[in-house]
């Protein structure tokens, strides 16, 4: 018997051995991601996490390992860009892009680096403490949307998190993002 969860690999499997191949999607508990009903707790938690300053802010979020693979120089090349938009168009930058990662891992570029060299310190937050998946449930749920720009993705874990608890996200076609 072959269970698996890459459809990817369901499709191929399948066409092999029909009879002894099953696909079991990914799925995560309803009582660890889910939408946060209390408004007022949900803004308290933005407002805390993120500054005052921040807490009406558009807010994106990225969660990643600082790997190549998974672009974080672009998300912030491409950060930089809306942040310009936002400012010839609206005359204000009230966005914030928060990015759950370990800024300077050895694996991956100098994000703090980056962030200076494209001057928009002021918009990126970084998250970089590992954290218990109550608080993760909480970032989820400050953010109004989650972005996934790798290039080699064979699933997406925050995205089905993001999904889980009604945040939009914005992922590129590959691998298991494209279900």
């Known amino acids: 018997l072959i269970n698996c969860h890459s459809y990817l690999t369901y499709n191929i499997c399948k066409e092999l051995v029909p009879d002894r191949t099953n696909f079991i999607p990914h799925a995560l508990p309803n009582d660890v ?16 996490l993120l500054g005052e300053s921040k807490k009406d802010n558009f807010t994106l979020f990225w ?3 600082n790997a190549k693979r998974k672009r974080p120089n672009d998300v912030l ?23 759950h990662t370990q800024p300077d891992d050895p694996e991956g570029p100098n994000l703090y680096s980056a962030v200076e060299m494209l001057g ?15 608080k993760m449930n909480i970032l989820h749920n400050i953010s109004d949307c989650c972005i996934n720009l790798a290039y080699a993705e064979g699933f ?18 590959t691998g298991g993002l494209t279900r």
């Open 33 to 48: 991601y889910f939408p946060i009903p209390d408004k007022n707790y949900v803004r308290n938690a933005k407002k805390q």
């Open 77 to 99: 090349w491409a950060w930089s860009l809306f942040m310009k938009k936002l400012e010839e168009k609206h005359g204000k930058k009230d966005a914030t892009l928060l990015m």
């Open 120 to 134: 928009i310190g002021d918009s990126v937050i970084f998250s970089p403490e590992r954290v218990e998946f109550e």
């Open 63 to 65: 969660v990643n390992r």
């Open 156 to 173: 997406g874990l925050a995205t089905l998190e993001a999904m889980q608890v009604g945040k939009p996200i914005i992922a590129l076609k």
